[in-house]
């Protein structure tokens, strides 16, 4: 069963901490994504990935860290200096850059 | 500036009719746009890709029409369900580096 698959659908993150958002994907597919969306907004890009061990900013980057250590896998850490972290995160890949990107379920992110 | 603009922000319509949404955009140079259906609280899902050569696309009860020179696209729903109550998301990608830039969408709700 091919897909992209974010986990957890729900998180909740404490003052201070950080959080780690988890995307796999089993396409083969060279790029990955990750997007904020805010309600009633569109998708706002964090950071991207074109290839294993490298990784972009995107426009929003400012309080998020990523890792590429694997083709499958593109981790999202929310740290604290992301003073506003309460959104819809969502991760995305494409075999390409200017290919149709499948895009996960997404992850709900809440401040207790 | 790449920007893209969809209209109208929010759209009611009644199950069974036909409805248009509209996206401009100044995105350039131009490599491809892409519709998304975006169902609350979920990923978006992609209903259609259109290069500079094509000018219409259909996938179901859903039609996109492209106009390059203008740089105007248009996502038609026919004999609408109450299942296409949804945000309808317009991407323009370039061919510099690839990058997308996301429309704010369009929220549809069809009503009984």
């Known amino acids: 069963d091919g897909g992209i698959t974010q986990s957890p659908k729900y998180l909740f993150r404490k003052e201070g901490q950080n959080v780690t958002l988890s995307c796999e994907q089993n396409?083969?597919?060279?790029?990955m994504y990750w997007y904020r969306q805010d309600p009633g907004q569109g998708l706002r890009l964090i950071y991207y990935?074109?290839?294993?061990?490298?990784?972009q900013k995107g426009d929003i980057a400012e309080g998020y860290s990523v890792s590429r250590e694997k083709k499958e896998s593109f981790p999202l850490t929310v740290t604290s200096a992301q003073k506003n972290p309460t959104a819809f995160y969502l991760c995305?890949?494409?075999?390409?850059?200017?290919?149709?990107?499948?895009f996960g379920a997404g992850t709900r992110l809440s401040v207790l | 500036k790449n920007q893209v603009e969809q209209s109208p922000q929010s759209l009611i319509i009644l199950e069974g009719k036909n409805c248009t949404l509209q996206c401009n955009y100044t995105v350039s140079p131009f490599s491809n746009l892409r519709w998304y259906k975006q169902d609350t609280g979920r990923g978006p899902v992609s209903l259609t890709i259109?290069?500079?050569?094509?000018n219409t696309k259909s996938n179901g009860r859903y039609t996109a029409t492209l106009d390059a020179d203008t740089k105007q696209s248009s996502l038609h729903i026919t004999a609408s369900q109450l299942s296409d109550s949804a945000s309808y998301i317009c991407v323009v990608t370039n061919t510099n580096a690839g990058k997308s830039t996301f429309g704010d969408g369009t929220t549809l709700t069809v009503k009984p």
């Open positions: 396409l083969n597919h060279d790029a």
């Open positions: 995305a890949s494409s075999p390409g850059q200017t290919n149709i990107q499948y």
């Open positions: 990935s074109q290839i294993v061990n490298d990784f």
């Open positions: 259109m290069t500079f050569s094509e």
